[in-house]
């Protein structure tokens, strides 16, 4: 079973500043199979990134993804007020999805 | 527009069998493009995947869960349905029902219904 381990854990930003959060997985993965996802208290995840670096619909371009093999980064470019949030990376592969614990995006 | 909404009993006694439904909006389940999950969340605590199903009868399931789950997809209805028997306390979470797409974006869950709350207690 893939285990994925993301860090910081909590990343303490300001509005404007670029923010870049790491996802590692404990063994190589497919690139096509790694997405990250955004949760606001209360609400349900959103799909930001799938296979790595793709955007989904509606996400503004100051998010990208990228990596490959074991380590996967998710940058905001400049993090606005609607950012603040939990962002979680997803792996599927063997018919199994894994989730991160999660990276905290808070105010500083 | 696609949605998904959850519905069931928000609370369930130890050691009975929690049903939850999953009713499908703006998208056709029959049509087989994409796989139907349910994935849970404890209060304060990450996301854990419970399972799949798929209407062509693929299946899928947490091995950590696989001994006391059941999912399966209507078409008839359009839902998708969760069975988790035998819970306990720390089955308490929100449930959410996901679409996966699986054919073109890497089995990414590109939507979530909003989750219905599950607690686990006498």
């Known amino acids: 079973e893939i285990v994925l381990t993301q860090s910081p854990g909590t990343l303490s930003m300001s509005p404007g500043e670029r923010a870049t959060l790491s996802c590692r997985a404990s063994?190589?993965?497919?690139?096509?199979?790694l997405a990250w996802y955004q949760q606001k208290p209360g609400q349900a995840p959103r799909l930001l990134i799938y296979?790595?670096?793709n955007r989904a619909t509606g996400v503004p371009d100051r998010f990208s993804g990228s990596g490959s093999g074991t380590d996967f980064t998710l940058a905001i470019s400049r993090l606005e007020p609607e950012d603040f949030a939990v962002y979680y990376c997803q792996h599927y592969g063997s018919s199994l999805f894994t989730f991160g614990p999660g990276t905290k995006v808070d105010f500083k | 527009q696609v949605h998904l909404q959850e519905s069931g009993p928000g609370l369930v006694e130890p050691s009975q069998t929690l049903s939850l439904t999953c009713d499908v909006f703006?998208?056709?389940?029959?049509?087989?493009?994409?796989?139907w999950s349910w994935i849970r969340q404890p209060a304060g605590k990450g996301l854990e995947w419970i399972g799949r199903d798929h209407p062509q009868g693929i299946t899928n399931y947490n091995p950590s869960l696989k001994s006391r789950v059941t999912i399966s997809v209507d078409t008839s209805k359009n839902q998708v349905s969760l069975t988790l028997k035998s819970v306990t306390a720390a089955d308490t979470a929100m449930y959410y029902c996901a679409r996966d797409r699986y054919l073109d974006w890497g089995d990414a869950f590109d939507i979530w219904g909003h989750g219905t709350m599950v607690t686990v207690s006498s």
């Open positions: 296979s790595a670096s």
């Open positions: 703006g998208a056709s389940i029959s049509s087989g493009t994409h796989y």
């Open positions: 063994q190589s993965v497919r690139s096509t199979y």
